[in-house]
């Protein structure tokens, strides 16, 4: 069974850094995609970034383009999300998520998701 389990939010002052980690077990991802979401208080879940566990291709939503950097770690079977420059309406809840086949943005063609951790950044 897919397991997916996050780890490495908190508390951050705007403008600091944050490295969300997401360890996936439970199969071979090789043909996989891993996104990340999040999920501000009264807002629906949106689209952050994702890779392709292959290849390495990744996709960002603007507003985190040039601040977040997605990556993997097939043999730790891990991705990351490193958040720099963080500002006070990228508090939410993220997720990370995984579908079969090609990367997208779209939260409802991925199958398997985490438990969520906490960003939040103070002004």
């Known amino acids: 069974q897919v397991q997916l389990v996050e780890s490495g939010g908190g508390l951050v002052q705007a403008g600091g850094s944050l490295r969300l980690s997401c360890a996936a077990s439970g199969r071979s991802f090789s043909n996989y995609a891993m996104g990340w979401f999040r999920q501000a208080p009264g807002k629906e879940r949106e689209f952050v970034a994702a890779i392709s566990w292959s290849d390495g291709i990744t996709y960002y939503t603007d507003s985190v383009k040039g601040r977040f950097t997605i990556s993997r770690d097939n043999a730790k079977n891990t991705v990351y999300l490193q958040m720099d420059s963080l500002k006070p309406e990228d508090t939410a809840v993220y997720y990370c998520?995984?579908?079969?086949?090609?990367?997208?943005?779209?939260?409802?063609?991925?199958?398997?998701w985490g438990r969520g951790t906490q960003v939040t950044v103070s002004s």
């Open positions: 998520a995984v579908r079969r086949g090609v990367i997208t943005a779209t939260s409802f063609t991925y199958n398997y």
